[in-house]
Structure formats: C-alpha cells, structure tokens
C-alpha cells in the first residue's frame, strides 16, 4: 500500500538556524513527489515537483531533495514567515494522490 | 494565469441538511478537478476527481457526491449532513503531464 510517512510532526527553530523536514514514502512506481506550503486556515501552496532519485530544486531558503525512499525539504537561514506547515505528497499514477500528515514548523524571531 | 475559486469560505450546517460546495477554475481548460477533505492531525484525503465534464469518480464510500456540470466547474454535495463530515474541504486541479496540483482556498464546513 502506497504510504507517506512525514518527519518530525513539529518543528522549532530559531531565526538563522537552518534545518531539514524529511518525506519517507513506498509507493510502487512514482511518477512525481510534491512539497507544499499550507498556512493556517489556507489551501497547500505548490512548491516543488521531483521525479527521479537525484534530483534537487531550490526556492529562495528551500531546496527539496529526492531519493528511492525519501525527500527532504533543506530550509536555510529561515525566517519567521516561513513558520507554516509543509506537506509532502506522491503520485503513483491513475490519479490518486497520497499525501503525508505535514511538518509544522515554526521559526522563533 | 490560473485561479481556483471555492465557496463558501465557511460554513455552518445542522446535521440533516443538504450542502453544495462549489470550486471554479479559470484561465485553464479540461483541467482534471479533484476534492479533498483535510481533517486535523490527518493527511488530505481523496474524496472524488473528474477528468472531464459529467465523469466522476469516486475514491471513498460515503455521504457525499460530486458533480461537474462544466468544463471547470466542480461542485460537492450531499443530501443529509453528519457530524462527521465536519473539516476543511479543499478543492484542486492538475493539467497536461505535470501531475502537480493547485489548490483552491477551502471551504471550512462545521456541522452541529
């Protein structure tokens, strides 16, 4: 069974102290893993799409990273408005989606 | 470019009555539409998706159902409300090989 499995479930930081969120899945044939931004009482906010193992793109202070069996979301310097959560989904085709329950992350001034 | 329109932004129902949520999309055509319901502590979960006018399909039985009367219209509905269909509902769209989705601003759904 296809499975997102996100860590930690929270996250604090202080400004400037870069930090990682990680995206374990199993899904049986990826076809693309996905980072969002969610703000409270807001829809997800498209980040990144990552297809293949070995793959990386970058944002401003975020970098997602991607192997056979994780992401990671790299968040460098960041600064309180990046405080939201961050949710990873996959994509195994026939559209259906499975996302992860999120990182929320809060970043201290 | 492309926006995603859903309404109500809240909403609050006794349980019993009917609901109709609505979600447009525009500046795209023959998008795929997707509604999920996001509960607290939980991954979004799957409701229904369409890849085009009048087909539905749906991923999880229940006291729900969806429709799409236009191209980029999406509307979900029910005919009694439960307590347990309180949560944020959100609805998405994805287009052509990319895969990824875009979310509306979601509709908060109490029922008492």
């Known amino acids: 069974e296809d499975q997102v499995t996100q860590s930690p479930e929270a996250l604090r930081l202080q400004e400037g102290e870069s930090s990682s969120l990680n995206c374990s899945y199993t899904?049986?044939?990826?076809?693309?893993l996905f980072w969002y931004r969610q703000d409270p009482g807001k829809g997800p906010e498209f980040l990144f799409t990552?297809?293949?193992a070995g793959e990386e793109k970058e944002k401003e202070r975020l970098k997602a990273t991607l192997t056979k069996k994780e992401s990671f979301l790299h968040i460098t310097a960041p600064k309180p408005e990046d405080s939201a959560t961050y949710l990873c989904?996959?994509?195994?085709?026939?559209?259906?989606?499975?996302f992860g329950t999120g990182t929320r992350l809060k970043v201290l001034a | 470019s492309q926006t995603i329109h859903q309404w109500p932004a809240t909403l609050v129902q006794p349980v019993g009555s009917p609901l109709s949520l609505e979600c447009t999309v525009e500046?795209?055509?023959?998008?795929?539409l997707y509604w999920y319901r996001q509960a607290a502590g939980r991954g979004l979960q799957l409701l229904f998706y369409?890849?085009?006018?009048?087909?539905i399909s749906s991923e999880v039985p229940q006291n729900l159902s969806a429709s799409r009367p236009q191209d980029r219209q999406f509307i979900l509905s029910s005919k009694k409300l439960l307590l347990s269909d309180s949560g944020f509902y959100l609805c998405?769209?994805?287009?052509?090989?990319?895969?990824?989705?875009?979310f509306g601003p979601g509709t908060r759904l109490t029922v008492t």
């Open positions: 998405a769209w994805s287009h052509g090989g990319s895969y990824e989705q875009y």
């Open positions: 899904v049986s044939g990826l076809r693309g």
């Open positions: 990552l297809y293949s």
């Open positions: 989904a996959v994509y195994s085709g026939t559209y259906k989606y499975i």
């Open positions: 500046g795209t055509s023959n998008p795929n």
């Open positions: 369409s890849v085009g006018i009048g087909q």
